[in-house]
């Protein structure tokens, strides 16, 4: 495996394509492996039955497992950074009323024009604790949500560390890779076996891609408690 | 045999022609694109600063000069600006000395604690900050995909095709005020101060 620090923005945009492409493979081809499997079982259990008796002769089950999983990872990917932003109980910021929500979205505003990205939607998380993710499929679906707790102790110029960062996962792709992760493990109920391995690699996928916080720009005299966590 | 060769090469050849002139188009583009960006903040920056010095004028009759500094500056570059693209040079050196009034401005109002406290010039100021840092900023985009696009009609062998598609280098956003390109001096001789 390449050292991923070395790669440039490409070929992570391309590292990340590739990922999510043979997660969503590699989900799909489990559901089929079951499926198959249990039609493969299923006809040898009915081989030996009487003549008039059932016979499992059609794949039945792996058709429709597999059509399942598509389906599955289809709409976990369409709907999985609206599930993020509705589990975390976010609140979309569309006519900014107060000053600390106006610095917000200009602050977004300018990183989005560094970044040559389209304005993602941006999002208001009421936490105390300061944090902030990127989510979405792509830079034109993109959503960038913030804690009130990061909004009251960061400064200017930490805030906008914190939302260059951010702007970078959506840029990277990586917010892509973190919604299909995302979707294919919150999908895995239907798979009993499939919940330990499912569970483990999403929310890892999670944690590391989407949530995350830091202030590369901030002053050396920044408050202590916003570069703490970064 | 032979002329299968040769066929596989033409197709090669042509395939690369068409990628190289295609690639040099969209890069023009995106650089024009990049450009307009440039203008739509400069746009707002030129539209906000009538609201900033109706703001402050009441209370800063004292600092009429600066004022009006930033006034005759924002003019000028409104007009400048008209000339379009071909005038980049002119326009950077009229932006930069609007920026330079502007940020002489801010440090006056910085001096009136009483004046930075009114709701209106603290909104005004953050606009203003914003402003300042999306142009910047989109003249950071401009000299990235300038400098690509640039280098891109430059290297070998793309180069053999610039000419077709009209391809010219583009002028890059420098800076033109010389005092702002001076070094600063910095004392870190960490001696006391007498």
């Given amino acids: ?230 | 045999m032979g002329s299968l060769i040769f066929l596989a090469l033409l197709v090669v050849v042509v395939g690369w022609l068409i990628g190289a002139y295609n690639g040099l188009v969209s890069l023009k583009n995106q650089t024009l694109n990049a450009f307009k960006q440039i203008d739509v903040q400069l746009k707002r920056r030129h539209d906000l600063i009538p609201n900033l010095v109706n703001a402050v004028k009441g209370a800063m009759d004292f600092e009429k000069s600066t004022l009006e500094a930033v006034i005759q500056a924002r003019n000028q570059a409104v007009k400048v600006n008209a000339a379009g693209p071909e005038a980049i040079k002119q326009i950077s050196q009229a932006e930069n000395a609007l920026s330079s009034a502007l940020s002489r401005l801010m440090v006056v109002v910085e001096q009136y604690p009483q004046l930075k406290a009114t709701a209106n010039i603290g909104q005004l100021q953050e606009e203003l900050t914003s402003t300042e840092n999306k142009v910047s900023f989109a003249r950071q985009l401009y000299n990235d995909t300038a400098t690509q696009y640039n280098t891109k009609q430059q290297q070998f062998p793309t180069t053999l095709v610039a000419g077709m598609a009209r391809a010219q280098a583009a002028d890059l956003w420098a800076i033109e005020d010389q005092a702002e390109r001076a070094v600063p001096q910095v004392d870190l001789s960490m001696k006391p101060k007498a």
């Avoid at chain 1, 390449?2 to 489990?30: I, K, P």
């Avoid at chain 1, 076996?193 to 891609?209: D, E, L």
């Fill in chain 1, 1 to 230: 495996m390449t050292d991923e620090t070395s790669l440039n923005l490409f070929q992570q945009q391309e590292a990340n394509r590739r990922r999510t492409f043979w997660l969503v493979v590699g989900f799909v081809a489990f559901f089929a492996w079951l499926g198959f499997g249990g039609d493969y079982i299923y006809h040898l259990y009915t081989l030996q039955a009487p003549r008039q008796a059932y016979h499992h002769d059609f794949p039945w089950f792996g058709i429709a497992l597999s059509l399942v999983a598509l389906a599955t990872a289809w709409y976990a990917y369409k709907t999985g950074p609206d599930k993020v932003l509705w589990s975390t109980g976010a609140r979309e910021v569309i006519d900014p009323t107060d000053a600390k929500e106006k610095q917000l979205v200009n602050v977004v505003e300018e990183m989005a024009i560094a970044a040559g990205v389209p304005r993602p939607r941006i999002w208001i998380v009421d936490d105390p604790d300061p944090n902030a993710f990127a989510t979405g499929t792509d830079p034109l679906h993109s959503h960038i949500a913030v804690t009130q707790g990061l909004l009251d102790i960061c400064t200017r110029d930490e805030l906008q560390g914190v939302i260059g960062h951010e702007l970078g996962h959506v840029k990277n792709l990586d917010v892509r890779l973190a919604a299909g992760a995302g979707g294919a493990g919150r999908a895995r109920g239907a798979g009993g076996a499939a919940r330990a391995a499912g569970t483990g690699r999403a929310a890892r996928f999670c944690w590391s891609c989407s949530w995350c916080g830091s202030s590369p720009g901030s002053s050396p005299r920044s408050s202590p408690s916003c570069s703490r966590w970064a």
